[in-house]
């Protein structure tokens, strides 16, 4: 196992939409790429190519077809982050192949978005096994080998600032994206409170509808209210480059953080030129601090707990 010269990115969720577009992106920015998801296919059959972004033609393997093919490093990994074994798999063939790991991309999603009496059980379970659980074990995987690399590192993870009109609607879906923004807070201060300095996990959302193929049944009027997916890996990469102190711990909009690096024209990411797609966020979030927020009292620790029984 030779150690990759250039940084190394996993992103989990990356066979079509949003996820292949970070993918394709992060490899256009000098990293390697390792681009998991379940679907794998023949990407050499392929025609033509490369398939609609969008559509089931995109899986893992065209994406790193697409990689390649442009100049870029990137290895395709089947993982099903329902399934812990899998993701360990997945983390730890990723750190076999490229000798490392630096940033941690958590796409992976399932949706239904429906009122709790039209949300079954099965539902229910699959957004959080897919949604909560994946990213948790996925997170769990991979800290071994930030560990293994003196804590320097990024995660980022595709979920929302905490706000109540997000649950109005979508209760399981949104009971689980929250938790997923919980676990970007408490890992950050986690790291906070360890002196882990060089690392930062961050949460991002679109602040406007983006093409995907979860809005692939827009009509054609409805187009002028979505943007181009390279706007969510812009404010990616404008995440994995700003300073620890100012990312850890964030729950981020593609378009707010944007404008934060000091991006004023959006112009370029609008699907129909000319257009000024619809805001679907707040435009002010609640502040989730409180005034004893440093007051932890008596600390806690149940693995300290366990060792003495």
Not at 51 to 79: F, H, K, M, W
Not at 205 to 212: D, H, K, V
Request: hydrophobic letters at 40%.
């Amino acid at each position: 196992m030779a150690t990759s010269a250039l940084q190394v990115a996993l992103v989990v969720g990356a066979s079509r939409g949003i996820g292949r577009q970070v993918a394709i992106d992060l490899a256009k920015h000098g990293y390697a790429v390792v681009v998991a998801a379940k679907s794998t296919s023949d990407a050499s059959s392929v025609n033509p190519f490369p398939p609609d972004p969008n559509s089931p033609l995109s899986t893992i393997s065209t994406v790193e077809r697409e990689i390649r093919e442009a100049g870029g490093q990137a290895t395709a990994i089947a993982c099903d982050t329902r399934d812990f074994t899998s993701t360990q798999r997945m983390v730890d063939q990723t750190v076999l192949k490229y000798g490392r790991l630096d940033v941690l991309v958590y796409n992976s999603g399932a949706i239904w978005w429906s009122s709790v009496e039209n949300t079954p059980m099965s539902r229910f379970q699959l957004m959080q096994r897919v949604n909560v659980e994946g990213l948790y074990g996925t997170v769990q995987a991979a800290l071994p080998h930030f560990k293994a690399n003196g804590w320097a590192g990024r995660i980022i993870v595709v979920s929302p600032p905490i706000y109540s009109r997000f649950f109005r609607g979508k209760t399981a879906y949104a009971m689980g994206k929250a938790g997923m923004s919980i676990l970007t807070k408490g890992l950050a201060m986690d790291w906070e409170r360890e002196g882990k300095t060089n690392m930062a996990i961050t949460s991002i959302w679109p602040a406007t509808a983006i093409q995907s193929a979860a809005t692939q049944a827009f009509s054609r009027e409805q187009a002028t209210d979505l943007r181009k997916p390279t706007i969510y890996s812009d404010a990616i990469l404008a995440m994995l480059r700003a300073p620890v102190s100012q990312v850890n711990g964030c729950l981020e909009l593609d378009e707010d953080f944007l404008r934060k690096t000091g991006v004023t024209d959006f112009e370029k990411y609008n699907l129909v030129p000319a257009s000024q797609p619809r805001r679907i966020m707040p435009a002010d979030f609640p502040d989730l601090t409180v005034a004893e927020q440093s007051d932890e009292g008596r600390r806690m620790d149940s693995t300290k707990l366990r060792s003495r029984m």
